[in-house]
């Protein structure tokens, strides 16, 4: 129920809280007005009577005296779990000595560093927090709430870095901003495989600092060092005692509890009470009373909602103080006004900003990696022009095969006669093959080169594009074939006169039916 515009229940519970203030004030006023009462002639309460003497005085004074000077004694705090002090020590060993070194770097890189570091103590806190309390369910807002100081810690590193793409240590506040979404492990249940995928997306640009001042700057070397340092140490502290996620105690309280206990833990101790008058402070002032017209009744205005109510209560009638408007007026039916005034589109709506945060779907790059499995098969994935600025060297033997799939910008060679050769989804990728037994397989690729140097059987080609096939005359002798489907842009290069010859494989068919059947032929260009 809502009288001018204040609600009746929201009143009433500010006068109980009002009346509950002073009945404290009372209690409190008449409990100092007993404990300071008259004290004898030369009396304090400090004074010590001699042995065997009683004290001048009543006894209620005496009592009464240390009562009143007595300070509460501050709380107990609780000791921290292991895994928190394993967690401080990790922030003063390793990101206090990475934050020293940015600094001496550049001052934009320290900044960014040190924001790092209170997002690493903001998440020291959230640890000490979960050695206490129980697992909370993750669309908790209150666990959503613990999650948001570190999330801003993330985007204020984002930020500072775009605010210093000019920079000519654009590279370093570009490897801090990849690498401190790593904060998220706590988010996940396999936090184990979560910290290495940052370490990569940083060691992106990590790796530009290193090819830009490994030769000039040791400084620059050992910053690098430092911070890819930071998920190794994280990583191995995380194995021991986060594995599956954050420990969260099982017989801890609940989240609520362990948030109010340590925002009173953390906050400043209240000042004692004194003996003297103006030892406390004063209790807070009631809230303001209501307005004298409170009570009277409300006068008709012309707006706000009871308008709003009134003109709806008119039923048929409120549409009767409408204008009428005229088809000499509607731009629709009058060429001439949309001659004069041009109508406004429908608005754009703003774009939303993005932010980052600890759930955000970042893409991150996988780890590159040259591995044989099972000891018959190499993988070669996710390799880069920076990775690998030589070429990659395989040699196979009889029952092995390779892999490649994910590279951009690489070469392959492949020594010794092989089974097979599978790539997919590579762009700008070389293939240099001797021989095989079974054949090369190419799926959506772009850009892509092959070279045989020996004999190859057979080279199939499948949803690729703008790629090249050199083929030795060893090779061409044996009859080597060529398959393609769904592919443009594919030449095959071939020996004469000891120089590559280029023919173009044909992309343009021309169908028709003769006698029941579909006959199919290459339509040639001919100028």
């Known amino acids: 129920m809502n009288v001018q515009g204040y609600n009746i229940v929201t009143i009433l519970k500010r006068l109980e809280a009002a009346t509950s203030r002073l009945e404290d004030i009372t209690i409190f006023q008449e409990e100092t007005n007993q404990s300071s009462g008259p004290k004898p002639s030369g009396a304090t309460s400090k004074s010590v009577a001699p ?4 004290p001048a005085g009543p006894p209620a004074a005496k009592s009464a005296a240390p009562a009143v000077s007595a300070a509460p004694a501050p709380p107990t705090l609780a000791e921290k779990a292991k895994f928190v002090k394993e967690f401080d020590l990790f922030i003063k060993d390793t990101i206090d000595l990475f934050v020293l070194s940015s600094k001496e770097v550049d001052p934009v890189v320290g900044e960014a560093a040190a924001t790092l570091k209170a997002a690493f103590e903001e998440q020291a806190k959230f640890l000490d927090l979960v050695s206490s309390t129980k697992k909370p369910a993750v669309s908790d807002p209150q666990f959503m709430e613990l999650l948001a100081p570190i999330n801003a810690k993330i985007e204020k590193i984002s930020a500072l870095k775009d605010a210093n793409r000019r920079s000519n240590f654009f590279n370093h506040l570009n490897t801090i901003s990849e690498g401190a979404p790593v904060l998220g492990w706590i ?5 184990v495989s979560y910290v290495p995928e940052f370490k990569d997306s940083a060691q992106f640009w990590s790796n530009r600092v290193m090819k830009e001042f490994k030769d000039k700057d040791p400084k620059q070397v050992e910053w690098v060092k430092q911070f890819l340092a930071i998920f190794d140490q994280l990583r191995a502290y995380v194995k021991e005692y986060h594995a599956t996620g954050p420990s969260w105690n099982s017989n801890g309280k609940p989240l609520a ?3 109010a206990a340590q925002k009173s833990t953390s906050a400043p101790p209240a000042p004692a009470a004194g003996a ?12 303001p009373a209501p307005p004298a017209s409170f009570f009277e009744e409300p006068a008709q205005k012309a707006g706000g909602m009871g308008a709003v109510f009134a003109d709806l209560n008119q039923g048929e009638n409120i549409t009767s103080g409408l204008k009428k408007v005229e088809k000499s007026q509607m731009t629709h039916k009058n060429p001439e006004l949309r001659a004069h005034a041009q109508v406004p589109g429908k608005p754009t709506p703003p774009k939303k900003p993005q932010t980052l945060s600890l759930g955000s779907n970042i893409p991150k790059r996988k780890p590159a990696r040259k591995e044989l499995v099972d000891g018959n098969k190499w993988m070669i994935e996710n390799f880069t022009l920076v990775d690998a600025p030589e070429p ?3 040699n196979l033997e009889m029952l092995q095969s390779v892999f490649i799939g994910n590279t951009n910008g690489i070469t392959v060679q492949i020594t010794g006669k092989g089974n097979a050769v599978s790539v997919s989804e590579t762009s700008k990728t070389a293939v240099v093959v001797e021989s095989l037994i079974s054949g090369i397989d190419v799926i959506k690729s772009h850009k892509f080169g092959i070279q045989v140097t020996g004999v190859v059987p057979l080279i199939t080609v499948d949803k690729s594009d703008e790629g090249s096939i050199y083929l030795s005359q060893e090779a061409i002798d044996a009859d080597s074939q060529i398959v393609s489907s769904n592919t443009t842009a594919l030449n095959i290069n071939v020996l004469k006169d000891e120089d590559y010859v280029e023919l173009p494989v044909p992309e343009q068919m021309l169908h028709s039916i003769k006698n029941g059947k579909l006959v199919s032929t290459i339509v040639e260009h001919k100028g």
Do not use: K
Request: aromatic share 0%.
């Open 51 to 54: 042995s065997g003497a009683t």
């Open 187 to 191: 988010v996940t249940d396999t936090p």
């Open 257 to 259: 509890e362990s948030i």
């Open 276 to 287: 003297g008058a103006g030892a406390s402070a004063p209790p807070p002032p009631p809230p």
């Open 392 to 394: 990659i060297v395989v």
